[in-house]
């Protein structure tokens, strides 16, 4: 299968390009930079601290997704909405591990859904997408009463967005077993003087700082015992690993909007 990096140059950008290297059945065939970026040019497999691939760096995104299979995107919403829709136009799959999009921006995204087979999730991981299926048993087992949760996360010092993707996937698999909605049911945020927590909220807590690759934990607090069911990732690679793994699931699947947790069959 031929895959397409786009931010080639971000720190996922390039642990992309090392897990399509190291995986048989998948090829780099392009990688895709903004505007402007002083990578344009450079060879991806030089960049990506690997052999030359003779595959050099681009900003034109719609000739590389014509000669690809997929796309792997880990960049900006801004970004990805716009490439939904090439990677739609072009038939090609789009595997999307950014987050912070808005509703509009998911919007764009399940729109594309309808032309291109699109798997897109918080966290690529299988140790998070199996911790997600755990959180919805409890939150299903135990009652809203009696135990109130909360999803706390702490990542390196540059990520942008809060909470992060993999909070919010971990909030919704929460909900999901409470059977609310995460939307009407969420606290994301907590300053002065809040009053009493409000019995079924489910809170979240982002820290930031170092070079954390990303620690999520979700907190079953009852009276006199607490769960805590946690995920921490060591390296970046088992992200890549992931989207890779999504790529070669998706190839030639029917369009539409499929999670991870679709993928590992979870
Ligand atoms: N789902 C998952 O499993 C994971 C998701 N993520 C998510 O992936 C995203 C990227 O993370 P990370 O790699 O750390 O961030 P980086 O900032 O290191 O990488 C993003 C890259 O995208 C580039 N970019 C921005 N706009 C465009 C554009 N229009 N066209 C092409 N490239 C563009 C950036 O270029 P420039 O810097 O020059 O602007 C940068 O090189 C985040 O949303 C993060 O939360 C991260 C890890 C795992
Ligand atoms: O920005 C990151 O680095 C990460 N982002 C994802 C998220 O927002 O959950 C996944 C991972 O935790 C790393």
Same mark, same amino acid.
């Given at each position: 299968m031929?895959?397409v990096?786009?931010?080639a140059?971000?720190r ?7 897990a399509?290297h190291e995986t048989?059945g ?9 505007e402007?970026s002083p990578f ?8 990506a ?5 003779d ?15 997929g796309v ?5 919403p801004? @970004?990805t909405?716009?490439? $939904?829709?090439?990677?739609a %136009? ?6 999307? +591990?950014? /987050? #912070?999009?808005?509703?509009a ?5 399940a ?8 798997v ?9 997408n ?10 299903k087992?135990?009652?809203a ?12 010092r540059h ?8 909070a919010?996937?971990?909030g919704?698999? @929460?909900?999901?077993?409470? $059977?609310?909605a995460l939307? %009407?049911?969420?606290v994301?945020?907590?300053? +002065?003087? /809040? #009053? ?5 909220t ?5 820290l930031?700082?170092?070079?954390v690759v990303?620690d999520?934990?979700v907190?079953?607090?009852g009276?006199?015992e607490?769960?805590?069911?946690s995920?921490?990732?060591e390296?970046?690679?088992l ?9 070669l699931?998706a ?13 590992l069959?979870?």
């Amino acid at each position: 299968m031929g895959l397409v990096v786009v931010g080639a140059a971000g720190r996922m950008g390039r642990t992309l390009i090392r897990a399509v290297h190291e995986t048989p059945g998948a090829s780099l065939v392009g990688a895709v930079e903004r505007e402007g970026s002083p990578f344009i040019g450079q060879d991806a497999g030089m960049l990506a601290g690997v052999e030359p691939l003779d595959v050099t760096i681009s900003d034109d995104p719609l000739p590389v997704f014509a000669r690809a299979d997929g796309v792997l995107d880990f960049t900006v919403p801004s @970004a990805t909405t716009v490439f $939904a829709g090439y990677a739609a %136009q072009a038939r090609i799959a789009h595997i999307i +591990g950014t /987050t #912070g999009c808005s509703d509009a921006d998911d919007a764009k995204i399940a729109a594309a859904a309808r032309h291109a087979t699109i798997v897109k999730s918080g966290n690529m991981s299988l140790g998070v997408n199996l911790l997600a299926a755990l959180v919805e048993q409890a939150a299903k087992a135990l009652d809203a009463g009696d135990f109130d949760i909360e999803v706390l996360e702490m990542h390196h010092r540059h990520k942008v967005d809060a909470p992060s993707g993999t909070a919010l996937l971990l909030g919704e698999a @929460a909900a999901g077993g409470r $059977a609310v909605a995460l939307s %009407q049911n969420s606290v994301r945020v907590r300053d +002065g003087h /809040t #009053g009493p927590r409000e019995e079924g909220t489910i809170g979240f807590a982002s820290l930031r700082g170092g070079s954390v690759v990303g620690d999520h934990s979700v907190i079953l607090a009852g009276t006199g015992e607490r769960i805590v069911l946690s995920h921490h990732a060591e390296d970046r690679a088992l992200f890549a690993r992931g989207a890779v793994k999504a790529a070669l699931w998706a190839h030639d699947r029917k369009p539409g909007l499929y999670s991870m947790r679709d993928v590992l069959g979870l």
